[in-house]
């Protein structure tokens, strides 16, 4: 199961990271997959509108959040 949430914080944390980067600038690098939720999830929904830097660097920071607390969680 940490390994799981691990992989989820993970995609999470490159799904931030390249929207952030998508939105600032062009990403060619798997665009489909890790822009899903620049592209997919901000624009359905309204109070995300005109915040999407900030909603790309908060799921950034939500999926370091996820890995780092899968890691020291006990087995």
């Known amino acids: 199961m940490r390994k799981t949430i691990q992989v989820v914080g993970l995609v999470l944390a490159l799904q931030g990271a ?3 980067i998508d939105h600032l600038a062009v990403q060619p690098f798997f665009g489909v997959f890790l822009n899903f ?6 624009p359905r929904v309204d109070f995300l509108t005109g ?3 900030f909603a790309n660097l908060a799921l950034a920071a939500i999926g370091v959040v996820l890995v780092i607390a899968a890691e020291r969680t006990p087995a």
């Open 37 to 42: 939720f620049n592209r997919v999830i901000i």
């Open 18 to 20: 390249s929207g952030a």
């Open 51 to 53: 915040y999407e830097l």
